[in-house]
């Protein structure tokens, strides 16, 4: 069975720091654009970043250019996040997701909550 | 990085059709043909529905269709069921290796 399954998320205060993760199986990371994506419950859906499939090159949204920083362990098929300086319109579900098809977000994980809050 | 522009609803009776329209700039809508349509049901991951304008991955029924002229993209679902009430996003690769996602649309199946 093909899965994604993030962690990492939570409870944090602002200008605080989280780390999250995106663990695949059923299917390999290696060579693949991954993606993390993330969306305010009930609101719409928002890029903010994404790796190439040998991880030199890295793109993210302006909100978040300079806090966040994405990596990726091939070996591990592992997807990572690391978030700093947190704010609270930080706070959402944050999915990641793999590529697969032309600029298409192909293999979606369920998310994990961060919630930046004091 | 301002999002695409989504009717923020649209609907049908089963049988119909629907189409939701998508309106970028130039920038991103109009300059690549990686328009990608996203299925979200209530609580679930959203689903990869339509990539490269109008291509479906496989098992996504033929019902499903996109297209493009100019800056704006449309999604047109036909022969509407009842499980394809969800929320819709469109994405466009865009200017400076960033993606752009629209604002969605609930299809409501009357």
């Known amino acids: 069975e093909v899965q994604l399954v993030e962690s990492g998320g939570g409870l944090v205060q602002p200008g605080g720091s989280l780390r999250l993760s995106c663990a695949a199986s059923?299917?390999?990371?290696?060579?693949?654009?991954l993606f993390w994506v993330r969306q305010v419950p009930g609101k719409g859906l928002v890029w903010v970043s994404h790796?190439?499939?040998?991880?030199?090159?890295?793109s993210y949204a302006d909100s978040v250019k300079g806090r966040f920083t994405i990596s990726r362990d091939n070996a591990k098929n592992t997807l990572f996040l690391q978030m700093n300086s947190l704010r609270a319109e930080d706070t959402a579900l944050y999915y990641c997701?793999?590529?697969?098809?032309?600029?298409?977000?192909?293999?979606w994980g369920q998310g994990t909550l961060v919630t930046v809050s004091s | 990085q301002s999002a695409l522009t989504q009717p923020p609803s649209a609907s049908g009776s089963p049988g119909q059709s629907v189409t939701i329209s998508c309106t970028g700039t130039?920038?991103?809508?109009?300059?690549?043909?990686?328009v990608s349509w996203y299925q979200q049901h209530p609580g679930k991951a959203p689903k990869l529905m339509i990539y490269?304008?109008?291509k479906r991955p496989s098992g996504v029924p033929d019902r499903f269709s996109g297209s493009k002229s100019g800056n704006t993209a449309s999604l047109t679902v036909s022969g509407l069921q009842a499980e394809d009430e969800a929320d819709y996003y469109c994405?466009?690769?865009?200017?400076?290796?960033?993606?752009?996602f629209g604002t969605g649309t609930k299809v409501t199946v009357l």
């Open positions: 059923g299917l390999t990371f290696s060579g693949y654009y």
């Open positions: 130039s920038s991103d809508v109009g300059g690549y043909n990686y």
């Open positions: 790796i190439s499939g040998d991880g030199t090159t890295t």
């Open positions: 994405s466009s690769y865009a200017a400076s290796n960033n993606y752009v």
């Open positions: 490269e304008v109008s």
């Open positions: 997701a793999r590529g697969g098809l032309p600029a298409a977000f192909v293999y």
